[in-house]
T-cell receptor, first 115, second 111 residues
Framework: ETGVTQTPRHLVMGMTNKKSLKCEQH?????MYWYKQSAKKPLELMFV???????ENNSVPSRFSPECPNSSHLFLHLHTLQPEDSALYLC??????????????FGPGTRLTVL | EDKVVQSPLSLVVHEGDTVTLNCSYE??????LLWYKQEKKAPTFLFML????IEKKSGRLSSILDKKELFSILNITATQTGDSAIYLC???????????FGQGTRLTINP
């Protein structure tokens, strides 16, 4: 068990749908992250939250909207996505954002397909 | 622009062989180099390297960092089919809690 869970594990949606991805960490960490992994591309960092405050937003289109209601939960709200947004979306958490030596632990990911 | 490059991108060997995976980086405010193994979905953490020249070992896996030449290698000895995976390296940016990932090396171990 990884300590970081994600739901759903698979999601198929149309371009006009609105859906949300959920991440929950059971490790007592203070920082959470969203990553996107497309086929044949490196992992791309999308958002970073530290103590429920967004600290990084890597030029992600506004059709992706993150929400971090508390340090254990992270959401990624999706609306009017494009087919090129189809990818594996990974959530991660770490102990202490800002601490130099830190390790991120990943969830199993959500495989998203946009039709 | 921060960049991490891995080589080779793909590697196929026979069970029992030894493999070396390479990772070079060019990042500002480098802090540490991390290696992950990704089998089906989520990456699992292998090593974090912060000091140059100190080898870290875990079973048949070992890794070392060269901060002068800006690279790291991951060695796997006596490979097994269960070692087949994508191996990712990532540079941790100091203070920013940001990981910059390489493209990954897809390792296939044939029986």
């Amino acid at each position: 068990e990884t300590g970081v869970t994600q739901t759903p594990r698979h999601l198929v949606m149309g371009m006009t749908n609105k859906k949300s991805l959920k991440c929950e960490q059971h490790l007592g960490h203070n920082a959470m992250y969203w990553y996107k992994q497309s086929a044949k591309k490196p992992l791309e960092l999308m958002f970073v939250y530290s103590l429920e405050e967004r600290v990084e937003n890597n030029s992600v289109p506004s059709r992706f909207s993150p929400e971090c209601p508390n340090s254990s939960h992270l959401f990624l709200h999706l609306h009017t996505l494009q087919p090129e947004d189809s990818a594996l979306y990974l959530c991660a958490s770490s102990q202490d954002a800002g601490r130099d030596e830190d390790t991120q632990y990943f969830g199993p990911g959500t495989r998203l397909t946009v039709l | 622009e921060d960049k991490v490059v891995q080589s080779p991108l793909s590697l196929v060997v026979h069970e029992g062989d030894t493999v070396t995976l390479n990772c070079s980086y060019e990042v500002t405010n480098f802090r540490s180099l991390l290696w992950y193994k990704q089998e089906k979905k989520a990456p699992t953490f292998l090593f974090m390297l912060t000091s140059s020249g100190i080898e870290k070992k875990s079973g048949r896996l070992s890794s070392i960092l060269d901060k002068k030449e800006l690279f790291s290698i991951l060695n796997i000895t006596a490979t097994q089919t269960g070692d087949s995976a994508i191996y990712l390296c990532a540079a941790l940016i100091q203070g920013a809690q940001k990981l910059v990932f390489g493209q990954g090396t897809r390792l296939t171990i044939n029986p």
